[in-house]
């Protein structure tokens, strides 16, 4: 066989070899983070509708370790179990399966400040940056209990964040609800009622 035939030969045995390899190549995908489901969608929600004025349930839920916050979440928020980020976790129903997620989070410090943070939330509805100066007017701000609440709105038109940044005894804690604005809209009454739950221990101040 002369050595243009052997070459031809080899080529022809490779290319089935490469092309199974390459199909072997791309059957293998991962899911990156915000590919995953959100919890409250894996958790199979109740679907009632939310009233005017939420029921709360009757007992209040405490921090894993150490003292912590306290609140009171309206009935129809079903609980999720909390897991190492998370101090508290509900998956909030919506209309035709459109629910949202209300988180429960604590971390040591400032994380960074207010500004990084309620940026960080803008930018997970896509929206871009703002100002201190801008911020400002769409924070709104009350104090209970010795707490110190800055609770915000942020609305793409298709998804909505409301959300509440707590500083406790040299930690800070974030209450965010996230999912469908129309969802959102529904559950806002719900969401600022049960802010007027949380509570500090008597041990710990802002």
């Not at 390459?22 to 059957?27: F, H, L, P, T």
């Not at 040591?108 to 703002?130: F, T």
């Not at 609800?177 to 008597?202: H, I, N, Y």
């Amino acid at each position: 066989m002369s050595s243009h035939r052997c070459f031809f030969a080899l080529v022809s045995l490779a290319l089935p070899v490469a092309g199974c390899r390459e199909r072997q190549v791309a059957s293998y995908r991962v899911l990156r983070e915000k590919e995953l489901p959100p919890a409250s969608v894996a958790a199979g929600a109740p679907s009632s509708p939310a009233p005017n004025t939420p029921a709360m349930s009757g007992n209040a839920v405490s921090t894993a370790n150490g003292p912590g916050l306290t609140w009171t979440a309206p009935t129809h928020w079903k609980p999720i179990a909390a897991s190492a980020m998370r101090k508290g976790s509900y998956a909030v129903a919506g209309i035709g399966g459109a629910d949202a997620d209300l988180s429960i989070t604590a971390f040591p410090g400032d994380v960074g400040g207010e500004l990084a943070n309620l940026n960080r939330w803008r930018g997970q509805l896509s929206l871009a940056p703002a100002s201190a100066a801008e911020l400002a007017a769409t924070i709104t701000r009350f104090e209970q209990g010795g707490l110190k609440f800055a609770v915000v709105d942020f609305d793409n038109g298709q998804q909505r964040l409301l959300g509440a940044i707590v500083p406790v005894s040299g930690s800070t804690w974030f209450f965010k609800l996230l999912g469908p604005a129309a969802t959102l809209a529904k559950e806002k009454s719900a969401f600022l009622e049960f802010l007027q739950t949380v509570k500090a221990p008597s041990s710990a101040t802002p």
